[in-house]
């Protein structure tokens, strides 16, 4: 559905986009990862003809994005960053401008408008000024305007952003129902996002691509290592059914209790290292137990900690972030 | 050209959605109205002569004032990137935007109808110049749009775009004054005199209708709406 070769776009003398090529194909959804200024909005900019490519080409449902300009908007429904709206506009009559343009026949207009104001949850919202509406439901009034004229392709970027939980909950589901039959890309910063609703993703640094694959390869390539918080009391009051490594400790904080968790820890299965965060409260200790990508050794340490008789305050699982698996990515190319 | 007629409808109501619409309106009228009448009874002269040769200097002020939001705000608020990725065409665009003002200017014109009511009723002027006058209003109204619309286009402020419209417009309306075609070289003169907007103006409000005046104002609106698309596009 979309495919792009080698498009590079420079202002000045920066480089927003550096000869990046890729694929979509029809029924997928993409995602485009990358910190602030990787060149994810520009090149959405392009394949959505708002900006022209200085070099490369890139088609989109068959049409070339420079050539073919009018033919791509047609079938594609944009989100721009942030959901630039007409303000002065309400609800109602901006998705009504938007369906005249979008060439949408005039007696099928109303019952399209009301679908998408059920489909976005609009309902509360209809008669009021889009300058008055909060962020969350700006964003779906933009939603609605991308998704009015049933496209083939939505190009959505950072669509989740300055909504709550639910409703990002809501949107990520809509984008996954959506993305079923058409093609989908938008751009993130927030990993599970992509793994939500992303059947592939391409990881972008400084204009070029430093990645790509499903969630699972990236997570397996970056030889991904999970983190576990663990905060123990190995002293814990009156605990007699005695662990040998500690009987007798001292019940706050001493370097010698420590250790002796260290090593258990690091004895389990997959533990790659295990590291003692220096703040402790209440003669409780943390600690951070790094896991090879997969393993699940919550239960492990639980079964330790109740074996040594040590009291368990704390017990969490932590992915690695987009940002750590980013950095690895790109400290690895240079 | 389908799509002009949303994108004009559009612009045209949000002069309307915001009071800023009748806040124009009534300075444009109450002004232009109390210059002409703070004359007209000292004068004692059933013409509206005195009244169109203001309009030029109320426009300088009310017509960037009407086109400065036009683009400046779209490059503003982001809309910009909305309006180029729907399918709409540059010239499309262009074209709404600039029909919408002139409807904006036409009505603010129009509601100036109790001038010449009052003057058939106290005298009897002369039909033809009140028309020329109103069609010469129209027409220089309309070069002030093109003008003010395209450098709109050119900023994503909307006080530069207000005062470097008023300059360039103030500059373009003078080029034929007599004390500009002084001060140039001879082989100039008629070159500036032609291009100047005040003279074919002049000659229009009298009454005398030339299609070379015509021509002119057209050539002018053509003119800086094709500008006006060229810099549409080269933001691309």
Redesign the interface.
Known sequence: MISVRGISKTFGSTVAVDNISFDVNKGEVLGFLGPNGAGKTTTM?ML?????PDNGTATVAGFDVFEDS?EV??R?G?L?E?A??????DVV?YLR??A????IPRDLTGERIRRMVDTCGLSSVVGR?IGELSKGYKQRVGLA?TLIHDPEILILDEPTTGLDPSQIIEIRELIKEIGRERTVILSTHILPEVEATCSRVLIINEGVIVASGTPEELHAAVGGEDLIHVSIRTGGGGAEGGGPAKSGGPAEGGGAQGTGVEDALSSLAGVTSVERKAEASGGYSKYIVKVSNGADLAEAIFRVAIDRGWTLNELKRETLSLEDIFLKLTTRET | MRNTVPIMKREFSSYFNAPIAFVYLTVFLGLSSWLYLKGFFLVNEASMRSFFSLIPWIFLLFIPAITMRLWAEERKVGTMELLMTLPVTDTEAVLGKFLASFVFLVVSLALTFLLPLMVSILGDPDPGQIVGGYLGCVLIGAAYLSIGLFISSLTENQIVAFIVSVVAIFVFYILGADFVLFGIPDWLVPVFSFAGLGGHFDSISRGVIDSRDLIYYFSVIGLFLYLNVKAIEARR
């Not at chain 1, 005249?100 to 060439?103: A, E, L, T």
């Open positions: 900019r959505t003809c708002y900006l022209s009018l908007r047609k594609v944009y721009p942030s630039p709206l007409y303000l002065d506009m009559s401008f938007i005249d343009i979008r060439g000024n305007q």
